[in-house]
């Protein structure tokens, strides 16, 4: 088995750059995940490694689910704790990597039978994971994304998810208006999460015949130009004038309205 | 009017001082509010501060918005610009700060005629800003904490609220049991957010009675102890096995649904 201890090693400098770099993510088809809980739903998911690292002393501490992530890994490298100390992005490194590959997106569940959310130019990564955590805990039927929101695969959206990213078909989508057009295939509205003027409070009733939300960028909102793709607007009442929500809260009491509306 | 530009000054010692300190703050009876929208929701709300600080540039530029701060302030301190970039807990820093008077707690507001969120050992400052956030959009009577979730008062909670801290009651209970039988002076239940036994989930036809809902531990979920003290325990269904919810969109959605139950 080979084991490493610098730095300076190009496996190591390969690593490094996967966790930090959207780009070199998706020229690789890779991304890295770390942490012992997130690298077993991973494998749970049936998600394939080129690569499992884990740090010496995490190998003989847990060998039953060291045994389980390599599994799935095509090689296992060692590191030293000391490097291992010292990559990753968390602030106490468990010295778990797994080097995935990514799934090839679904698409065949965003045919508009289901449920769904969509995020159009978020901005916070800690936003879009959890998000995804929400979605997949309430039973949407997929997340679609805007090219221009943070990175899936980037270890602040993955820890965010919970693993919720392995389970819940995520589509991250070129064409957003293209995208919204799919989703109404099925006979659902489509509603922005937006204050316009014919922006009706969704209620404890249920918001009937939508489907899926559009949730916007957390300072700026939705443009106008993704409004004009949805059915209708829709908007959370708020107490007291001049509040808001937090996007990843607004989203997810408006998945809670759509998952199971009233009646059903 | 004074100007600093010393980082080595006492003033801007103690300023960093209570940025950074729980037990400064506490002993002091203050704290800072970093940021021109976070001061300005602070000067509107009614408070005082001892003293503003405005970088020279910022003081410049937004002089009605400073004057509206300087207003509530004993006394205003300008900082060099170079000074003001290099303290504070923000990545870029607008240059402005106040050291606000911590209010009095307003306990009236806690006399169980509204609806109550108890936060129990919250363990990320997010959150807990996340939770007293969305209570106050949701037009909730006041927000409780037991004595060991992070400071209201530090500078990543206070940030999370978007200002809600200053209009919402929020209330630090050293003995939570007590706190909780207060809530229940109403004639409304108090419900644990907890996976017991006899735990029912919340449905959207409401949780009859319920007024008041406990959040616990991000991780290890609310204590026995705390639990025992309620009247019911109440879930959230999750729609795939071992999925769980954030804590801040698990309060989230429990307050939308005891903020107005069907039928209301």
Redesign the interface.
């Known amino acids: 088995m080979i084991k490493l201890s610098s730095r300076e090693n190009p496996e190591i400098k390969r690593l490094a750059s996967l966790l930090s770099s959207r780009r070199e993510r998706e020229e690789a088809g890779l991304f890295v995940v770390e942490g012992m809980r997130i690298a077993l739903d991973a494998a749970e998911a049936g998600l394939t490694a080129e690569t499992a690292f884990f740090s010496e002393s995490f190998w003989q501490r847990r060998p039953e689910e060291c045994g389980r992530i390599a599994a799935v890994a095509d090689r296992v490298v060692l590191l030293e704790d000391s490097l291992a100390q010292r990559i990753g992005d968390t602030k106490t490194p468990q010295g778990v990597f797994a080097l995935c590959r990514r799934p090839a997106p679904d698409l065949s569940a965003f045919d508009g039978a289901g449920r769904y959310v969509v995020l159009s130019s978020l901005q916070d990564p800690?936003n879009v994971g959890?998000v995804i955590?929400?979605a997949?805990?309430?039973?949407?039927s997929g997340v679609v994304l805007s090219a221009d929101c943070p990175d899936v695969y980037s270890p602040k959206v993955l820890r965010?998810t919970?693993g919720?990213v392995f389970?819940l078909p995520v589509w991250v989508a070129d064409d957003l208006p293209a995208a919204i057009a799919r989703l109404r295939q099925g006979g659902g509205a489509v509603a922005a999460a937006a204050l316009t003027e014919t922006a009706r409070p969704i209620s404890?009733r249920?918001t009937p015949g939508v489907r899926s939300v559009v949730i916007g960028n957390e300072g700026n909102g939705l443009a106008p130009g993704v409004i004009a793709c949805c059915d209708r607007s829709i908007i959370?009442p708020?107490?007291?004038p001049g509040?808001?929500?937090?996007a990843?809260?607004a989203a997810?009491?408006f998945m809670?309205?759509l998952?199971?509306?009233?009646g059903e």
């Open positions: 800690g959890t955590r929400t997949c805990a309430l039973g949407l965010s919970m919720g389970t404890r249920g959370l708020m107490a007291r509040q808001s929500l937090n990843a809260v997810a009491i809670w309205e998952a199971a509306p009233a």
